[in-house]
């Protein structure tokens, strides 16, 4: 093959080298980057699957991370923002059953969505054998009487626990389970709460009057890690089990945040300098009785400058031998310097994000009963308190918002007030 002209053979100039390794990076991006899958049983997260049985039907459900998703299918799904969730549903009932996948995701994949979202541009054989693949492990969404059917629904990703509402109709009727499952992938350390107090310490609390008192002594704010400075108010409590109390923020539209470590900085730098989301971005730590917070939860924005964030305790009480949570909500609504560097502007009006968690949860009809208690400290506009950084004020009223939760769904117009006064 002939030389370009004027340029001898072997040494095309640097542009024209350059385009050639792009155009090779291209067409390899192009094929489909497929790897023989396991068998779904051979991966392990059956194992951890959380099983419903009721009305006749018994549902158990998993949710696949990232490589748990690569090796069912042999392929980055969860990168290219398709997560899969295997369902076994046995249907023991005299008529069949239709799930409806919208209610489980409204942007919710089909099977050969899914399969032609992995295709390759030069792969012809590699993308008949995705899409085999992918209609071979669907799950069929009917499922006769008296029949036991498995295989994966896909959805849009979700990381550290992923909510699962499945809805299936037969008969004149309709079933619904709803589910919060683990999913691996996060950076999070989880805490052991069964160690956190002795028996002796919880305090079990049975009448209105006796929590309302109880909830008005316990600390005011979130201090640093020697307890020696206060800091943010504690302006809520929640009143319910750990795993409804997950069930329902997950459900009212909050992530779980990761820990702080190598990984998770270096997301939190791109989003910071991209100006982009980080769903599950870290928290700084704060403290009270002693120690960081058991859990944090956040609803990210567009960028991260922006975001709702909470941080939870398990508080030494329980009511009627429910547990106690006390926490501290609030809004970063920009960034501001900070010594040598930047940290978040929270909104200083806090007592606005003690009305938005509860409008969360009452969102996804798990909230049961509200009212206030006083406990917090008491400051104004004009006479603030501040944040650990000192540039960050706020004020608040001094009231913190009480949230009893529900198992079962419960409409606007059904929640209750607490009555301080009274046995109930």
């Given amino acids: 093959m002939a030389a370009a002209r004027g340029v001898p053979a072997g040494r095309l100039p640097r542009i024209l080298r350059w385009q050639?390794?792009?155009?090779?990076?291209?067409?390899?991006?192009?094929?489909?980057?497929?790897?023989?899958?396991?068998?779904p049983q051979d991966i392990g997260f059956q194992a951890r699957a959380a099983t419903r049985a009721e009305d006749g039907l018994t549902i158990s459900a998993?949710?696949?991370?990232?490589?748990?998703?690569?090796?069912?299918?042999?392929?980055?799904?969860?990168?290219?923002?398709?997560?899969?969730?295997?369902?076994?549903?046995?249907?023991?009932?005299?008529?069949?059953?239709?799930?409806?996948?919208?209610?489980f995701d409204a942007l919710y994949y089909t099977p050969g969505e899914a399969a032609f979202i992995n295709h390759g541009w030069f792969s012809g054989a590699t993308n008949a054998e995705i899409d085999r693949l992918f209609n071979e492990r669907a799950l069929p969404l009917r499922v006769e009487a008296g029949q036991t059917a498995e295989g994966f629904i896909f959805g849009t990703p979700d990381l550290g626990q992923k909510a699962l509402n499945l809805i299936y109709v037969g008969d004149g009727r309709s079933f619904r389970s709803t589910f919060v499952v683990p999913v691996p992938g996060l950076a999070k350390q989880p805490v052991d709460l069964g160690s956190l107090y002795e028996p002796d310490e919880v305090r079990n609390l049975t009448t209105a009057a006796e929590l309302r008192a109880a909830l008005e002594t316990l600390p005011c704010c979130v201090t640093d890690k020697a307890g020696e400075?206060?800091?943010?108010?504690?302006?809520?409590?929640?009143?319910?089990?750990?795993?409804?109390?997950?069930a329902a923020l997950i459900?009212?539209?909050w992530d779980p945040t990761e820990d702080v470590t190598g990984s998770s900085a270096l997301k939190t730098l791109g989003s910071f300098l991209f100006g982009s989301a980080y769903r599950y971005s870290p928290v700084s730590d704060l403290y009270v009785f002693g120690r960081k917070q058991d859990a944090a939860f956040q609803i990210a924005r567009e960028d991260i400058h922006e975001r709702n964030h909470l941080r939870?305790?398990?508080?030494?009480?329980?009511?009627?031998?429910?547990?106690?949570?006390?926490g501290a909500i609030s809004r970063d609504i920009g960034?501001?310097?900070?010594?040598?560097?930047?940290?978040?502007?929270?909104?200083?009006?806090?007592?606005?994000?003690?009305?938005?968690?509860?409008?969360?949860?009452?969102?996804?009809?798990?909230?049961?009963?509200?009212?206030?208690?006083?406990?917090?400290?008491?400051?104004?506009?004009?006479?603030?308190?501040?944040?650990?950084?000192?540039r960050n004020v706020f004020y608040s009223d001094g009231r913190r918002i009480v949230l009893q939760l529900s198992p079962t769904p419960v409409p606007l117009d059904k929640i209750e007030r607490f009555r301080w006064h009274t046995a109930e």
């Fill in 20 to 39: 050639a390794a792009l155009l090779a990076l291209c067409l390899l991006a192009a094929c489909a980057s497929f790897t023989p899958p396991q068998a």
């Fill in 62 to 103: 998993a949710a696949l991370g990232p490589e748990e998703s690569r090796a069912a299918f042999g392929l980055p799904l969860i990168e290219r923002g398709i997560q899969p969730v295997w369902l076994k549903v046995t249907n023991s009932r005299d008529a069949a059953i239709t799930l409806l996948p919208l209610f």
């Fill in 229 to 246: 400075v206060e800091a943010d108010p504690l302006n809520f409590v929640v009143l319910a089990e750990e795993s409804l109390g997950r």
């Fill in 251 to 253: 459900a009212g539209g």
């Fill in 312 to 326: 939870v305790w398990l508080a030494p009480l329980t009511f009627r031998g429910t547990p106690v949570w006390i």
């Fill in 335 to 390: 960034v501001i310097r900070s010594g040598f560097g930047t940290t978040h502007k929270i909104d200083p009006n806090v007592d606005d994000e003690r009305w938005y968690l509860a409008q969360s949860l009452a969102r996804a009809q798990a909230l049961k009963r509200f009212a206030y208690v006083d406990g917090g400290a008491v400051s104004t506009p004009e006479s603030p308190r501040s944040s650990l950084e000192e």
